[in-house]
């Protein structure tokens, strides 16, 4: 896990060396190159602070405990996933066939929505013109609610399967957006809500389920 | 000063790292082409296309030393040395010398590596040229 941590800024450490030496020897030319990697580097690293921020956040399970408006956070996602480079090829369809009131930890949810929302965009595929995401609801039983995000998307590689919640984990070195903490982060913020979380993938697209308690129970309030 | 090596393959996921070892290479005195692998996967199948590879690159294939990360997708560091043990008892990859890159001083990560003969060091990143030129000369010594 170090190195994860670590890799940003040792880049960063790397290129600041190869700046200072080249101003030394009074070559410029090269230098703006060399700056377009640490400004990339120091990105990196800011965001993994904020993932692992989230992480920590997660631990402590902060944030209320409220009534979810999943039309609310249907319109919150879409102006999130607006900001991504390729929104504009993926459709976002929801499809809210619950009922009763859902409480949980708002916050947590909405960032677990978000990172699979989020990651369906980014792994579209570049090749159909017909991406989607979808957000769906149902119930699972009296007091489970389903909730699936599913796409059309690239997929996971069968033998990533293992892997896909663990910390730092990334499909591929073409497509790899982002740190590598927010599936690990996910299934951490569906556990301390008292759910469960399962995916099935292939190379068609993912489904990503999870199962949550409609009122959590007294532990996680 | 120079420091002849047919080839050099750098196996790192992280473009920034690889452009960083570009520079400690061109400044260690080691010379010869270098070439770039995205991943372990991307590695292995360079590694093991030898027909085809020998043809086209001819005296500077197979690459002299491999300079390996460990964190990778697709495939990782250990990953690639668990599928490049097939090669061990093929001669024509006897000159191949392997350094481990890392960014963090892991003793688990160096007992790991120990565990594999074609491994003869670790460099720390950022990739210092003074420590790259001593650790390939070390390991041609050993030879």
């Given at each position: 896990?170090?190195?994860?941590?670590?890799?940003?800024?040792?880049?960063?450490?790397?290129?600041?060396?190869?700046?200072?030496?080249?101003?030394?020897?009074?070559?410029?030319?090269?230098?703006?190159?060399?700056?377009?990697?640490?400004?990339?580097?120091?990105?990196?690293?800011?965001?993994?602070?904020?993932?692992?921020?989230?992480?920590?956040?997660?631990?402590?399970?902060?944030?209320?405990?409220?009534?979810?408006?999943?039309?609310?956070?249907?319109?919150?996602?879409?102006?999130?996933?607006?900001?991504?480079?390729?929104?504009?090829?993926?459709?976002?369809?929801?499809?809210?066939?619950?009922?009763?009131?859902?409480?949980?930890?708002?916050?947590?949810?909405?960032q677990v929505?978000l990172n699979l929302?989020t990651?369906?965009?980014?792994?579209?595929?570049?090749?159909?013109?017909?991406?989607?995401?979808?957000?769906?609801?149902?119930?699972?039983?009296?007091?489970?609610?389903?909730?699936?995000?599913?796409?059309?998307?690239?997929?996971?590689?069968?033998?990533?399967?293992?892997?896909?919640?663990?910390?730092?984990?990334?499909?591929?070195?073409?497509?790899?957006?982002?740190?590598?903490?927010g599936?690990?982060?996910v299934?951490?913020?569906?556990?301390?809500?008292?759910?469960?979380?399962?995916?099935?993938?292939?190379?068609?697209?993912?489904?990503?389920?999870?199962?949550?308690?409609?009122?959590?129970?007294?532990?996680?309030? | 000063?120079?420091?002849?090596?047919?080839?050099?393959?750098?196996?790192?996921?992280?473009?920034?790292?690889?452009?960083?070892?570009?520079?400690?290479?061109?400044?260690?005195?080691?010379?010869?082409?270098?070439?770039?692998?995205?991943?372990?996967?991307?590695?292995?199948?360079?590694?093991?296309?030898?027909?085809?590879?020998?043809?086209?690159?001819?005296?500077?294939?197979?690459?002299?030393?491999?300079?390996?990360?460990?964190?990778?997708?697709?495939?990782?560091?250990?990953?690639?040395?668990?599928?490049?043990?097939?090669?061990?008892?093929?001669?024509?990859?006897?000159?191949?010398?392997?350094?481990?890159?890392?960014?963090?001083?892991?003793?688990?990560?160096?007992?790991?590596?120990?565990?594999?003969?074609?491994?003869?060091?670790?460099?720390?990143?950022?990739?210092?040229?003074?420590?790259?030129?001593?650790?390939?000369?070390?390991?041609?010594?050993?030879?």
């Amino acid at each position: 896990m170090s190195h994860d941590l670590k890799a940003p800024l040792k880049s960063i450490q790397g290129f600041a060396k190869r700046i200072d030496k080249f101003s030394k020897q009074e070559n410029f030319a090269p230098i703006e190159g060399l700056n377009q990697h640490v400004i990339l580097n120091a990105e990196k690293l800011d965001k993994l602070v904020d993932d692992i921020m989230e992480i920590i956040k997660a631990e402590k399970m902060n944030d209320l405990v409220k009534e979810i408006d999943f039309n609310l956070i249907s319109n919150n996602l879409e102006d999130d996933i607006e900001l991504l480079e390729n929104k504009q090829d993926v459709q976002f369809i929801t499809n809210f066939n619950h009922h009763g009131n859902l409480f949980c930890h708002s916050h947590s949810l909405y960032q677990v929505l978000l990172n699979l929302v989020t990651n369906a965009v980014k792994y579209a595929k570049d090749d159909i013109d017909n991406s989607f995401v979808k957000l769906e609801t149902s119930m699972q039983s009296k007091n489970l609610l389903n909730i699936t995000i599913s796409d059309n998307g690239i997929g996971i590689s069968e033998n990533m399967h293992h892997r896909v919640f663990t910390m730092f984990f990334r499909e591929s070195s073409n497509r790899s957006f982002g740190t590598g903490l927010g599936l690990y982060l996910v299934k951490k913020q569906v556990e301390n809500m008292g759910g469960t979380i399962s995916f099935t993938s292939n190379n068609n697209g993912s489904v990503f389920s999870i199962l949550l308690p409609i009122q959590p129970n007294n532990d996680l309030r | 000063m120079s420091i002849e090596c047919n080839s050099i393959l750098v196996v790192d996921d992280n473009e920034s790292d690889r452009l960083l070892a570009k520079f400690a290479i061109e400044d260690s005195g080691l010379t010869g082409d270098v070439y770039f692998s995205n991943d372990g996967k991307e590695a292995i199948n360079f590694i093991g296309d030898y027909d085809n590879n020998k043809n086209i690159l001819n005296a500077k294939y197979p690459p002299t030393l491999i300079l390996l990360d460990i964190n990778m997708p697709a495939m990782n560091g250990f990953e690639f040395l668990e599928s490049y043990e097939k090669f061990n008892n093929d001669e024509r990859y006897d000159s191949v010398i392997i350094l481990m890159l890392t960014s963090s001083h892991s003793e688990d990560d160096k007992k790991r590596a120990s565990q594999f003969k074609t491994v003869k060091g670790f460099l720390t990143k950022p990739i210092d040229e003074d420590n790259l030129r001593t650790a390939f000369q070390d390991a041609m010594k050993e030879k």
